[in-house]
């Protein structure tokens, strides 16, 4: 009668465990970029500590080619969210694409400028003249360089803007054939690497640019809440990992990333860079957009012809995922 017992018991268990894992919501991220890179590491820790699993996700990573395709697949509907920056929306919606941001995930700008140290610059102004890489002339990095130009009183026109792509703005700073860029933390950190002293300005200093955000169609907040504001949940346990603990944070994130592999200590001085120069140290508010802020972006773009039609801001973006 025991093993009888013991046996229906087993069998509950095998039947609940099944139910529990067919239960779980198969859904695709999008990565503009490979998701590898050390500006996803967040994501990459959620996966690995199983915060998506314990939300009730079966999530699949993808990389779609770059930030306009992420924001064209989200919005109709081949991916159920994606990667973007926290401005897409007000660049997109006027071109006919649903989304709005569902999370920001920073407090400050993605991309800072940086010059070498031995091209003469030591001020924003003293840039006039000299080569600056962009990712694109349809990118952030362009986008941020504009606004930190006009901040001293240059244009475009006064300097040699080369949009170069994500190898080439790192190859062309350590070979001087760029005397700056508008970049990230780790590119600015494989030119260090390579013997290259550089020096940094950063773009929340004199513009209110922003970070990274997850970003979703108006169909899918609509139709599934649930596992919107599941994932947004699961990823920002993997940004507070980040900014409470960012030398374990790059153990686990080298130990999920064999790309990675003997590099904690160059993982973890990446991620302080980010909780300097992006995400901030607030994790009680991480994740929310600020109106203001986004206005003041908008007012930019369309003052730069960057955008032609102001969208109403409240449609580029919600944070009612955000809260607990």
Same mark, same amino acid.
């Given at each position: 009668? *025991?093993k009888l017992?013991? /046996?229906?018991?087993?069998a509950?268990?095998?039947?609940?465990?099944?139910?529990?894992?067919?239960?779980?919501?198969k859904?695709?991220y999008?990565f503009?970029?490979?998701?590898?890179?050390?500006?996803?590491?967040?994501f990459?820790?959620?996966?690995?500590?199983?915060y998506? /699993?314990d939300a009730?996700?079966d999530?699949?990573?993808?990389v779609?080619?770059?930030?306009?395709d992420?924001?064209?697949?989200?919005?109709?509907?081949? !991916?159920?969210?994606?990667?973007?920056?926290?401005?897409?929306?007000?660049?997109?919606?006027?071109?006919?694409?649903? $989304?709005?941001?569902?999370?920001?995930?920073?407090?400050?700008?993605?991309?800072q400028?940086?010059?070498?140290?031995?091209s003469?610059? /030591?001020?924003?102004?003293?840039?006039?003249?000299?080569?600056?890489?962009?990712?694109s002339?349809q990118d952030t990095?362009?986008?941020?360089l504009?606004?930190?130009?006009?901040?001293?009183?240059?244009? %475009?026109d006064?300097?040699?803007?080369?949009a170069?792509?994500?190898a080439?703005?790192?190859?062309?700073?350590?070979?001087g054939d760029?005397?700056?860029?508008?970049?990230?933390v780790?590119?600015?950190?494989a030119?260090?690497? !390579?013997?290259?002293?550089?020096?940094?300005?950063?773009?929340n200093?004199?513009?209110?640019?922003?970070?990274?955000?997850?970003i979703?169609?108006?169909?899918? $907040?609509?139709? %599934?809440?649930?596992?919107?504001?599941?994932f947004?949940?699961?990823?920002? *346990?993997?940004? $507070?990992?980040?900014?409470?603990?960012?030398e374990?944070?790059?153990?686990?994130?080298?130990?999920?990333?064999?790309?990675?592999?003997?590099?904690?200590?160059?993982?973890?001085?990446?991620?302080?860079?980010?909780i300097?120069?992006?995400?901030?140290?607030?994790t009680?508010?991480?994740? /929310?957009?600020?109106?203001?802020?986004?206005?003041?972006?908008?007012?930019?773009?369309?003052?730069?012809?960057?955008?032609?039609e102001?969208?109403?801001?409240?449609?580029?973006?919600?944070?009612q995922?955000?809260? %607990?």
């Amino acid at each position: 009668m *025991k093993k009888l017992l013991r /046996t229906i018991v087993t069998a509950v268990s095998l039947v609940a465990m099944a139910g529990a894992a067919s239960a779980a919501e198969k859904m695709t991220y999008l990565f503009p970029a490979p998701d590898f890179l050390p500006a996803f590491a967040p994501f990459k820790l959620a996966m690995s500590k199983g915060y998506y /699993t314990d939300a009730g996700l079966d999530v699949t990573f993808q990389v779609g080619k770059g930030g306009a395709d992420v924001a064209k697949q989200v919005g109709v509907g081949n !991916a159920e969210l994606g990667g973007g920056i926290g401005d897409t929306a007000i660049i997109v919606r006027a071109n006919g694409l649903p $989304i709005r941001g569902v999370a920001v995930l920073g407090a400050k700008a993605l991309t800072q400028i940086y010059w070498r140290k031995d091209s003469g610059v /030591t001020q924003l102004a003293d840039l006039k003249g000299k080569s600056i890489g962009v990712l694109s002339f349809q990118d952030t990095t362009y986008y941020n360089l504009l606004a930190a130009l006009a901040s001293v009183g240059l244009s %475009k026109d006064d300097v040699d803007i080369q949009a170069v792509g994500p190898a080439g703005i790192i190859q062309l700073m350590i070979s001087g054939d760029t005397q700056a860029m508008s970049g990230t933390v780790e590119w600015a950190g494989a030119v260090r690497a !390579a013997g290259v002293d550089v020096q940094m300005l950063p773009i929340n200093d004199i513009f209110p640019a922003m970070a990274q955000a997850i970003i979703a169609s108006d169909k899918i $907040i609509a139709e %599934k809440p649930e596992l919107v504001k599941a994932f947004v949940q699961a990823t920002i *346990k993997g940004y $507070i990992d980040v900014i409470k603990d960012p030398e374990q944070a790059a153990k686990d994130y080298v130990a999920a990333v064999p790309q990675h592999a003997g590099k904690e200590k160059v993982m973890e001085a990446i991620m302080r860079g980010y909780i300097d120069l992006v995400y901030g140290t607030d994790t009680e508010n991480f994740g /929310t957009f600020d109106e203001a802020r986004m206005k003041a972006v908008q007012d930019f773009y369309l003052k730069n012809d960057i955008v032609r039609e102001a969208v109403p801001i409240a449609d580029t973006y919600t944070n009612q995922f955000v809260a %607990k």
